[in-house]
């Protein structure tokens, strides 16, 4: 029995040693054979040198597989060809062509390159990689260059406008008399659309279409709405009142009448708006130009500085008469001047004797002035339609205390042929000038 269990140790310990071998060899083998599946693997995804992956094109033209000398060839190569190619712009039914490298829009070869890039990986599988150039633009320039190429398709805006002539003589007539509104003096210019193409446009349409390989681009022509040159005169289209006036030659009241005209030349009264001769002219003082001359201060002729305008106040007063437009305020003068049309007068005084006048159109109504050596004349522009004004001035009733006399005078409007309103002026003159 002693035996048998020796014998079956010595079996035991001969197997045991036997194994210590086998547990080595695996120990060796198993990362071997992981070592050279990974390099398997990293010689079927990873490439000896980089190159751009299969697939990719830039504008159209195939680089995949390039290394980065023969990609930055092709980019300055075929790519560039294809970006800078000429290129078909067609406006409407015409037709030019451009080169957009000479409008400032080129291929920047190196950000593309750095955009496409290259690498050592073996992508499985690899799918389409359209890619689009990177470009320097020129903005400023390539405007500038596609506006002058675009210029045979622009047509300049033409805005509308209104011009007013400086007024002729008319009227001039003491007596009664009549007016009719007229086109006379006025030229009303229609605007014209312009039309064109907008080059900023146009260029963000070029820079498109040269990424994408394109060789046309289609521009459409816009128009140009035209402008108002003179939007305070919208409406304006006839001479609606005039009158002139008379005085002698050079003497210094001439002066403050030129004066007060240069002034009120243009002056706009807006529709239902109001008009005060002393604010628009202001005060007559010598730093405005004015100069002293002979004027009825208190009954008596004194001189005073801007002496005489009461010619030009009279000749306005007259003027929006026989436009038919309301006189909110005014006054003749206390002793009566035979070179005006009796109780058809305005005076004039800072702060004290004023002419307000109300435009009750729908249209603006502007005052334009002319002066001569011996005249001044005042026309006021508007629209009125059909009006005519009659005036009608009755006979001198002398005054039973003193000189002097007193008048009365009536204004009838007509409007479109039919009766529209009257006003009647009386007034009673203290004495004569």
Known sequence: MIND????????????????????????????????????????????????????????????????????????????????????????????????????????????????????????????????????????????????RLRQFRQGVRNGSVRLAAPGVLLDVKEDASFTAARTGVTVEAGRAGRGVDAAAGVDALVEAVKAGRDTVRLEITEVAPGNDTPKLAGVDQLIGTFTTYHPCCAPRVTNIHRIAQLIDGSVIAPGGTFSLNDAAGERTRAKGFVAAPAIVDGALQDQVGGGVSQFSTTLFN???????????????????????????????????????????????????????????????????????????????????????????????RQDGAAAGGKTLRWTYTGLD
């Open 5 to 148: 269990v020796r014998s079956g140790m010595i079996k035991a310990m001969t197997t045991y040693g036997r194994s210590r071998p086998a547990r080595r060899w695996v120990l060796i083998a198993v990362p071997a054979a992981v070592l050279l599946i990974l390099a398997g693997l990293a010689a079927a995804l990873i490439r000896p040198a980089p190159e751009v992956p299969a697939g990719t094109s830039v504008a159209g033209v195939p680089v995949g597989g390039l290394d980065d000398r023969e990609l930055r060839a092709a980019i300055d190569g075929p790519v560039r060809e294809r970006v800078e190619q000429t290129v078909r712009v067609q406006v409407a039914s015409s037709q030019i062509e451009v080169r957009p490298a000479e409008l400032g829009i080129r291929l920047d070869t190196a950000a593309t390159a750095d955009s496409v890039g290259v690498t050592r990986m073996r992508l499985p599988r690899p799918g389409r990689r359209e890619l689009a150039p990177v470009l320097s633009v020129d903005t400023a320039a390539a405007r500038s260059a596609l506006d002058e």
């Open 319 to 413: 003027a929006a008469w026989f436009a038919g437009l309301d006189i909110v305020e005014h006054q003749p003068h206390s002793l009566y001047i035979p070179r005006y049309p009796p109780g058809r007068e305005a005076t004039l005084d800072w702060r004290a004797i004023d002419q307000v006048i109300r435009n009750d159109t729908r249209a603006p109504a502007v005052i334009r002035v002319s002066t001569t050596g011996t005249s001044v004349t005042v026309g006021i522009y508007g629209h009125t339609g059909d009006r005519e004004v009659s005036s009608v001035t009755g006979p001198r009733q002398p005054r039973v205390n003193g000189p002097g006399f007193s008048v009365e005078v009536r204004r009838t409007v």
